[in-house]
């Protein structure tokens, strides 16, 4: 198994957003003003399938909504995590199980220790980063 890495440029962004298809979103709200919720249904518009996280939630976006990671009975392209940076490193451990292509961490969200544990397993990542900002640059900017 080759180590994963934590990605850092455009190309390897832009890369990841083409080929992925599936992402669960680990800490979506079911209120429309909340970020995650905008983030994901914005995905969820741009044709990515996506699997909410929220636990005490039946729906959200039109979607099945899980209680866990743990619950997930598929693999998912990409974990994109809206949860604060020291909850991180127990999702990272629950993702491990999926084997995603790449574990994604929002704007403001960063755990090198998660990181370090993830790469180990063959799994990028990505810190601090909006996917949906990522998307609408390298993305929707190239369609046009």
Request: aromatic letters at 4%; a positive charge; hydrophobic letters at 45%.
């Amino acid at each position: 198994m080759k180590p994963g890495r934590i990605i850092t440029t455009d190309e390897e962004i832009k890369a990841i957003l083409q080929l992925a298809k599936t992402i669960a979103v680990l800490g979506l709200s079911p209120k429309p003003e909340r970020d995650s919720y905008k983030v994901a249904s914005y995905l969820k518009q741009n044709g990515y399938r996506i699997f909410p996280v929220r636990p005490a939630q039946k729906e959200i976006l039109g979607e099945k909504a899980l209680a866990s990671l743990n619950d997930l009975n598929q693999g998912v392209d990409i974990v994109d995590v809206f949860r604060k940076s020291d909850q991180i490193l127990e999702h990272a451990k629950e993702a491990l199980r999926l084997k995603p292509a790449v574990f994604w961490m929002q704007l403001g969200i960063e755990n090198h220790d998660a990181a370090l544990l993830l790469n180990a397993h063959g799994m990028d990542v990505v810190m601090n980063k909006c996917i949906k900002v990522e998307h609408e640059r390298l993305i929707k900017i190239s369609a046009l």
